[in-house]
């Protein structure tokens, strides 16, 4: 689960293709590193060193349009399901795709983080 604001989603999709990231500590060891060029173009993943406290989290907000499905998806190794993430760089590899920071998100895995995404919102 998620929390995103509307400003960062009005802000999303502004764009033709989009992908939501937000510059933070990773919420977990699975995260990846969303690779992003000097013009804001999304051009890869990686997988962080362990020493890397701040990378580009892909938030889950997208703004796509139908050649997404031109797509074939990418299933996550050792996994039985797809990858939206993985999917769209497919995608970038034949158009730009920006990267737009949302630095309202908030990702809620656990009760203590939606104990916390309550207190914040409560406040605003």
């Known amino acids: 689960?998620?929390?995103?604001?509307?400003?960062d989603l009005e802000n999303l999709i502004s764009y033709n293709l989009a992908v939501?990231?937000?510059?933070?500590?990773?919420?977990?060891?699975?995260?990846?590193?969303l690779v992003v060029s000097e013009h804001g173009m999304v051009i890869g993943?990686?997988?962080?060193?362990?020493?890397?406290?701040?990378?580009?989290i892909v938030t889950g907000a997208y703004c796509l349009d139908t050649r997404i499905f031109d797509q074939v998806p990418v299933v996550i190794s050792g996994k039985q399901e797809y990858s939206l993430p993985q999917t769209v760089l497919t995608l970038a590899t034949s158009t730009?795709?920006?990267?737009?920071?949302m630095p309202?998100?908030?990702q809620i895995s656990t009760?203590?983080?939606l104990?916390?995404?309550d207190q914040v919102l409560t406040k605003q």
Do not use: C, Y
């Not at 689960?1 to 400003?7: A, E, V």
């Not at 730009?96 to 920071?101: P, S």
């Open 111 to 113: 009760p203590d983080d």
């Open 20 to 33: 939501g990231v937000h510059k933070g500590t990773p919420p977990n060891k699975v995260t990846f590193d």
């Open 115 to 117: 104990q916390r995404v």
């Open 96 to 101: 730009n795709i920006r990267a737009v920071e």
């Open 104 to 106: 309202g998100w908030m």
């Open 45 to 56: 993943l990686r997988r962080p060193e362990p020493h890397e406290m701040i990378l580009n």
């Open 1 to 7: 689960m998620i929390s995103i604001k509307k400003k």
